[in-house]
């Protein structure tokens, strides 16, 4: 059978599914919003049990990484960013979701070489290239200070 690139165009057109992207945005947006709402609720939960701001930000930042890791050691963490998709990659909740899976897959290598020496195998440039990046614009910032 021969096509002209028009009549293949038109064809394609016919059988591909349709780009569902409002329904995914919205279910983004409202899922990282209810993440962001819940670490919102620990802020204001630790700051009444008498943390003070800075203390009660890293209690939540160590109980959403906690919570997501637990989730993503369930499965639960992937069903929900199969339906959120990025809404569930941007806020720290994403990056237990990048490291724990290695370090379960790898865990009957032993725990060395195979949860510990895993664990970042995905996250690990992140953290890296983040390190440097923050070393580098905190020399630039002392810099810019003594001036």
Known sequence: M???NEEYGRYV??????SKTGKNLMNAFWVGGLICAIGQALLNGYQALGLDETTAGAAVSISLVLL???????AVYDDIAKFAGAGTLVPITGFANAVVPPA???QTEGFVLGTAAKMFTIAGPVIVYGLSASVIYGVIYWVCSML
């Open 2 to 4: 021969h096509m002209t």
């Open 13 to 18: 057109d016919a059988l591909a599914p349709r």
């Open 68 to 74: 997501s890791a637990i989730l993503t050691g369930f």
């Open 104 to 106: 379960i897959e790898f």
